[in-house]
């Protein structure tokens, strides 16, 4: 991959801001990581700003959010209680990993934000060159940082991706979680994919949990770490709280 674009590339004019979402631990009621979703600083919702990215100002783009993630998470005292911050990344954005890091690490380094809470996710529906991709994470590895797959189940990379490096956590799309109490075949799907999973040590996050239903039969399968609207929606430059689902709760919701 060139820095041209790095260089030369167009800058991002859009003001930006991040809301966040928690990822927690039901087993511990602990908030184990929030994630950063970009938002207009206008009230612009994640998809009208990303409709404003194209190939000439990712690099842009993706070093801004960085930058405004570590800032607010800082400002929040997000790292307090034990929590990481999870950022989603463009692969395509990054030229070359330990230069394009640079504007993170100045930021986590300025704001007293600490590296080893943060989690550099990248979804697998965006095509991308398998070489770099793991050049990049392997990268990220050795400078201290976690990495995630995030929509697991759902893109390009899949399972051969798995076989060349295992990031520290793999998150399962929620068209994959959507009615797993109601669905057999999601439910077989997952429950395999979990022990794939915890056979390679890499940590399980489902998303998009909406349902106590849905929370019930993850909980059976012995995930700890969800994400969805049932425990929180995300926040616009606060940390929101979480609604815990006890099992009398579960229970009475689920009659």
């Not at 793999?170 to 915890?198: E, G, Q, S, Y």
Request: charged share 25%; aromatic share 8%.
């Amino acid at each position: 991959m060139s820095c041209v674009a790095c260089r030369d590339g167009a800058g991002f004019d859009l003001p930006i801001t991040m809301a966040f979402q928690p990822i927690v631990d039901v087993r511990t009621e602990t908030v184990f990581a929030y994630e950063a979703l970009v938002r207009g600083q206008d009230g612009k919702g994640a998809g009208e700003v990303l409709a404003q990215v194209s190939a000439e100002n990712r690099y842009a783009f993706d070093q801004l959010c960085r930058k405004t993630a570590i800032e607010l998470a800082s400002r929040l005292d997000m790292a307090s209680d034990g929590a990481n911050l999870s950022i989603n990344f463009l692969p395509n954005a990054v030229y070359e990993p330990r230069a394009c890091i640079r504007v993170t690490l100045d930021a986590a380094m300025r704001t007293g934000f600490p590296v080893d809470r943060i989690i550099f996710e990248f979804t697998e529906d965006e095509t991308f060159d398998t070489n770099h991709l793991l050049n990049i994470l392997r990268s990220y590895r050795a400078m201290g940082f976690k990495t995630a797959i995030d929509d697991f189940g759902a893109g390009y990379a899949g399972l051969g991706l798995l076989t060349k490096f295992q990031p520290d956590i793999v998150k399962l799309d929620m068209a994959l979680i959507r009615d797993i109490d109601t669905d057999r075949v999601k439910r077989t799907v997952v429950r395999n994919t979990l022990n794939m999973l915890r056979d390679l040590d890499i940590e399980p996050v489902c998303e998009g949990i909406e349902t106590a239903g849905e929370h019930d039969a993850l909980r059976d399968l012995g995930v700890c770490l969800l994400q969805g609207y049932l425990l929180a929606r995300p926040a616009v430059e606060a940390l929101p709280p979480v609604s815990w689902v006890s099992p009398v709760e579960d229970l009475a919701r689920s009659a």
